[in-house]
């Protein structure tokens, strides 16, 4: 949904998909979309090595100039109940400085900032991806037992609806038997 809710919002903008998992891949395979790239099996256990790879096939795009952004599209884990979907841009990263951190201080690095910029940056987005890959699983994982705690509530429901109607059914037979043998007694006196 948030997908299809991302592609309307940039209807202008020609948008490629790398997919990580079978479902994303099945959807959009289905909807002939563009797809670039796809992982399949690597969100059963996710592998920061894994990730990696993601992030490094999706940074060689961007500084090739295949795409001019990067967005990621997820699961966030809430809470057992509650997870939430989540857009996040990768890249380009916007580095001015918000209003939150107005205060600046002047840093002595020992290597050049754009130095710095060129090693941290393909950690960032491996983190980010890495950090996605463990949010969907864990929102996976909180699904399914949501969905398993539903059911074995649902069998409970089931059986003591059915050890109830047993209960009935005995009753009236054993009702009906002394009822038999009442009667039957009452004919031979």
């Known amino acids: 949904k948030a997908s299809e809710r991302f592609s309307a919002e940039h209807a202008d903008a020609k948008i490629s998909l790398t997919l990580v ?4 891949r099945d959807y ?9 790239g796809e992982y399949v099996n690597i969100l059963a ?3 920061f090595a894994d ?20 967005y990621i599209i997820n699961n966030d884990f809430k ?12 890249l380009p990263v916007d580095l001015a400085p918000s209003a939150a951190t107005a205060v600046t201080r002047d840093y002595i690095y020992e290597q050049s900032p754009l130095d710095m910029l060129e090693r941290l940056m393909p950690r960032y987005v ?8 463990l949010e969907t699983g864990a929102a996976e994982h909180a699904a399914r037992m ?3 705690d539903k059911a074995s509530s649902n069998a409970k429901d089931v059986i003591e609806a059915l050890t109830l109607y047993m209960n009935r059914v005995r009753q009236t037979a054993i009702t009906k038997e002394i009822i038999e043998v009442v009667s039957g007694a009452a004919a031979a006196s």
């Open 146 to 148: 949501t969905a398993m």
């Open 28 to 36: 959009y395979k289905r909807r002939s979309a563009a797809i670039v």
């Open 45 to 47: 256990k996710p592998a």
């Open 126 to 133: 491996e983190v980010a991806i890495f950090r996605a890959m």
């Open 79 to 90: 809470s057992v109940m509650t997870q939430t979907l989540s857009v996040q841009q990768l």
């Open 21 to 24: 998992g079978r479902k994303g």
């Open 51 to 70: 990730a990696a790879a993601v992030a490094g096939e999706i940074i060689r795009r961007y500084r090739d100039g295949e795409t001019d952004a990067v």
